[in-house]
């Protein structure tokens, strides 16, 4: 599907299956791309190279995955320093396979309460991506990412991760908009995507319920208006979920091949459409 | 319409103060917590005729020792004779309606497997309902969304769960803040519950004050006046974050207060009209 922004879905949404089997169901659904999980230490970059040769898929992102041990804005610096050298590893991962972005998230996801002090877990959180985003090169943006407050407390909303960012104060630091945590978050979903335009270096797409885009009652066409009126050039990423509260645990639930094909169809097929539409207007 | 707010947002604030305040703003109930051990019920009820104001119902509390799915028959046994003191609470200020999730609060997964546990809550909220009818109290079943509990999500599962108690007493709820993340479309799911809907909570998609948020809630209203519903409209905000009761105490609280207590009956007043 190209002409326009490349749409990718996130690799973790499905499960343990091998890259390769992901990687052809999404390209049999039309994706340009795909978001690779950010797990540096599990990846073989020979096969990775294989699939996308094969399938002709670019990885658009690297998503983050962020385990209690991998919490950058956590006062104990050993575990600090683990989240640190996992997102450095990450941008390496993204320079090897040419990933323009890395999420990051900066807690643990589920972590909903500070260990100490917010403010000063907001700082450890800056200097962190400062010293992160120092090893990138300019070549790989970190994208702050604003999770709804079931599965973290210091970032919930563009405005606060575009504070993080002020505060870290580095290039190369960059936002993300997540249209279900915005759902639940954003007083107005498409008025912070205009408002952080500038900023916003990556999109992750479900709709309100989680599901495939299309199947709750986000106004994607409105979403999609605000981003080709501010110039957005990234990627648009498909992360639909069963509904259960814990992420990680709901991509490792058992889902068959069917349900996982009728949903990355499903998804892309509402993007097309609204595409379709308009250009047909214009 | 009538109105009414849930006083579990004022925190250890003294309920008379937060019963004078919904007098003063206006209402026509106050939604108590469900803690008859720490309520009074004859002053309550004294100071709410002081007041001139109702009642409106009774917010359960469902946490570990109260869990209707709890594969601990002690636990379950347990859920049931709180709720039993909240319908013996609830019939002593006049309240209408008690809500019930059958399962803890952050509870996300089940113990045992979820037809049975299913099973448990059917059969304990059945005898619950049971003796709400008996005092002529109505209990409503919340679903509450699937970041605070696994078993009850949406308002379809919570009126599949009421058809199974069969029981008059026993009714759905719905909450637009729970909705704005469950439902495909929360008029759909009021239009669903129809005349099983026995209660209502509104807050905005962020769980701030209606308007403060983007939940239209003009079609949720129409729906509610297209089933005619009956009970009361009750206010259930609470502050953004994952363990809400963390922060009733805080800083962020204050706007809870007179602020969203004012405003919150103003928007929808004004929506209704």
């Given amino acids: 599907m190209s002409a326009g922004r490349p749409v990718s879905a996130t690799q973790w949404i499905f499960g343990r299956e091998p890259l390769r089997e992901t990687a052809e169901r999404l390209r049999a659904a039309g994706y340009d791309g795909i978001e690779l999980s950010g797990e540096p ?31 950058i804005s956590h006062p104990d610096a050993g575990i600090r320093a683990g989240g640190v050298d996992y997102v450095k590893r990450c941008v390496e991962l993204a320079q090897e396979v040419g990933a323009k972005v890395l999420i990051v998230v900066p807690t643990a996801v589920g972590r909903v309460a500070p260990v100490g002090a917010r403010e000063q877990e907001l700082e450890l959180a800056a200097a962190s991506l400062a010293e992160a ?24 909303t563009l405005e606060q991760a575009s504070e993080l960012r002020a505060l870290a104060g580095s290039p190369g630091i960059e936002l993300m908009a997540d249209l279900f945590h915005m759902n639940i978050e954003e007083a107005d979903v498409v008025g912070a995507v205009r408002a952080h335009s500038g900023t916003i270096a990556h999109v992750h797409l479900a709709d309100s319920n ?45 889902v068959s091949e069917d349900v996982k094909s009728a949903a990355a169809h499903a998804a892309i097929d509402h993007v097309r459409r609204i595409r379709e539409e308009s250009s047909a207007v214009r | 319409m009538r109105f009414a707010y ?30 008859p051990d720490r309520l009074d019920a004859g002053s309550v009820a004294e100071t709410l005729a002081r007041h001139g104001i109702a009642a409106s119902s009774i917010c359960g509390l469902y946490g570990p020792e109260t869990d209707f799915a709890s594969s601990d028959a002690a636990v379950r046994a347990n859920a049931l004779a709180y709720v039993r003191s909240c319908v013996d609470f609830a019939e002593r200020v006049g309240a209408e309606a008690i809500s019930l999730t059958p399962t803890a609060c ?13 099973g448990w809550a059917v059969e304990g909220v059945r005898a619950a309902g049971e003796y709400a009818g008996e005092h002529g109290v109505r209990i409503a ?48 799911a009021i239009r669903l519950a129809g005349e099983k809907l026995y209660h209502v909570h509104f807050a905005d998609s962020n769980r701030a004050a209606p308007g403060r948020g983007h939940t239209d809630f003009a079609p949720i209203v129409a729906a509610l006046e297209e089933i005619g519903y009956g009970g009361y409209i ?25 602020p969203y207590t004012e405003e919150s009956i103003r928007y929808v007043k004004q929506l209704a009209a």
Avoid at chain 1, 142 to 151: D, G, M, Q, V
Avoid at chain 1, 213 to 225: M, N, S
Avoid at chain 2, 159 to 180: K, N, P, Q, Y
Avoid at chain 2, 234 to 250: C, H, T
């Fill in chain 1, 41 to 71: 230490d599990a990846l073989d970059l020979a096969e990775v190279r294989s699939v996308l040769d094969a399938t002709g898929l670019a990885v658009t992102s690297i998503c983050g995955l962020y385990t209690p041990e991998r919490d």
């Fill in chain 1, 133 to 156: 985003a120092a090893g990138s090169g300019g070549e790989v943006a970190i994208a702050i990412e604003a999770l709804n407050r079931f599965e973290t407390y210091l970032v919930n």
């Fill in chain 1, 210 to 254: 989680r599901r495939p885009p299309g199947q709750g009652h986000t106004d994607f066409r409105a979403v999609f208006a605000a981003l080709a009126d501010t110039g957005y050039g990234g990627a648009l990423t498909m992360e639909f979920l069963p509904a259960t509260a814990n992420p990680y645990v709901a991509a490792s639930l058992d």
């Fill in chain 2, 6 to 35: 849930n006083t579990l947002v004022y925190g250890d604030e003294p309920i008379e103060q937060g019963i004078e305040r919904l007098a003063r703003f206006g209402y026509d109930g106050v939604e108590l917590v469900g803690a």
């Fill in chain 2, 106 to 118: 952050m509870k996300i997964r089940p113990e045992a497997d979820v037809a049975t546990e299913l």
């Fill in chain 2, 141 to 188: 079943v919340e679903p509450w969304n699937r970041y605070e509990n696994y078993l009850i999500n949406t308002v379809a599962q919570s009126l599949a769960f009421v058809e199974r108690v069969g029981l008059d007493s026993v009714g759905c709820m719905a909450d637009t803040f729970h909705m704005a993340i469950e439902e495909v479309s929360s008029a759909d």
């Fill in chain 2, 234 to 258: 009750s206010f259930e905000l609470l502050p953004a974050a994952g363990d809400p009761f963390l922060k009733l105490g805080g800083d962020e609280a204050a706007a809870f207060f007179d």
